[in-house]
């Protein structure tokens, strides 16, 4: 994990791409896209099985680990409304208690899936005032607040030695702090370090600061 310091507030990136706020016990994640496969196969697309399995089990240790009171989703929790199968519903309700709130920030994709009655949560329109920051899912700057949102799915290209990687990443600007997508099964969109655009990347159990020459320049094969 590291640590970081914006708006006034210490956040802690976690490697397995959700952020924790200590002064308001709550862990924020992005992008978790549930069910994406099974929409997909719904669409006779033949992608493997297993992919919200796996997010789910990473939900399920970060609220073991942390005993968050509160879950915040930054958008697109449900991929669709074809993905609300109800054996993956009911093993992702499972993971909710009495001493966590869930709230989710209404994404594109969520405006689709529709509410889902299975889960208690409290859903809400961006940007959601909480302190210094505006929680939305879509990066658009708010006056007066520091945005913390999703929807990009940013990943960031290394190389180091002639060894070449994509990581999914944090990427924090002046006025606009993106999470990681969550999800298992999302596509990324490459993002490089600048002054004013400063990248954390998910590297395993560990975040890493991604210093300016150890990123691929954007458009090189």
């Known amino acids: 994990m ?71 989703f930054l958008g697109d929790l449900i991929h669709a409304r074809s993905a609300r199968e109800p054996g993956l519903m009911q093993r992702f309700a ?35 005032a909480d302190g210094p920051f505006a929680l939305c ?9 520091y945005v913390l949102a999703g929807h990009v799915h940013p990943a960031v290209r290394i190389e180091a030695g002639g060894d070449r990687l994509r990581l999914p990443c944090f990427a924090f600007g002046e006025a606009v702090g993106l999470l990681p997508a969550f999800g298992q099964f999302t596509g990324h969109a490459d993002q490089t370090p600048t002054p004013g655009l400063h990248l954390y990347a998910c590297a395993g159990e560990r975040v890493l600061a991604v210093p300016h020459s150890s990123a691929r320049r954007r458009g090189r094969a």
């Open 137 to 145: 899912h879509h990066p658009a700057p708010q006056p007066g607040r």
């Open 2 to 72: 590291t640590e970081i310091l914006i708006a006034g507030e210490r956040l802690v990136l976690l490697p397995e791409r959700a952020l924790w706020w200590p002064a308001r016990a709550t862990l924020m994640v992005a992008d978790a896209h549930i069910g994406k496969g099974t929409a997909f196969r719904a669409l006779g697309v033949p992608v493997p099985a297993g992919s919200s399995d796996d997010t789910l089990a990473r939900l399920a240790g970060l609220l073991e680990r942390h005993a968050p009171r509160r879950l915040v």
């Open 94 to 128: 499972a993971l909710h208690s009495a001493d966590c709130d869930w709230l989710l920030v209404r994404g594109n994709h969520d405006a689709h899936a529709g509410e889902p009655p299975e889960l208690a949560l409290t859903v809400v329109d961006e940007p959601w």
